[in-house]
């Protein structure tokens, strides 16, 4: 057996594994909220230059949120329609309050989309006990 078809067995062999412990687990924990997506896109019917006005402002205001810890990445979509943040936050309300206090949201010339993130849940189960319990023979 090749160290590469050792490798599908074991991780085969991990997920069967984890199933099995989902299935007998109790309900998962509340996946906590520690960032919020934010999709900001400028509405369809808004001309460009009402955007380039508001822009240098939205600029210094998001800069200063930036440096406040309140926006952790921010990136432009490369399709041109907007940007994208990952703010740190404990709730898409209290990333609302950052979002719509910016200038170009005030001026009601974008959309935003909020989404809530927060740890990979599924991880659970790698890190839970097993189903015999702490140092009970497992055979």
């Keep these: 057996m090749t160290s590469r078809q050792l490798l599908g067995v074991v991780f085969g062999l991990s997920i069967v594994t984890a199933s099995t412990a989902l299935a007998h687990a109790q309900a998962p924990a509340p996946t906590p909220t520690t960032a919020v997506l934010v999709n900001l896109t400028v509405k369809p019917d808004v001309d460009r230059a009402d955007v380039m006005k508001v ?7 998001t800069v200063k949120l930036y440096l406040d810890g309140r926006i952790q990445q921010w990136y432009s979509r490369s399709d041109g329609r907007g940007v994208v943040f990952i703010l740190n936050a404990p709730d898409v309300a209290s990333a609302k309050a950052a979002m719509e206090g910016l200038p170009l949201s005030k001026a009601n010339l974008v959309n935003l989309e909020f989404t809530p993130l927060g740890p990979l849940s599924p991880l659970r189960v790698l890190v839970a006990p097993s189903p015999a319990g702490p140092g009970k023979d497992n055979r």
């Design 55 to 61: 822009l240098p402002e939205e600029v210094r205001e």
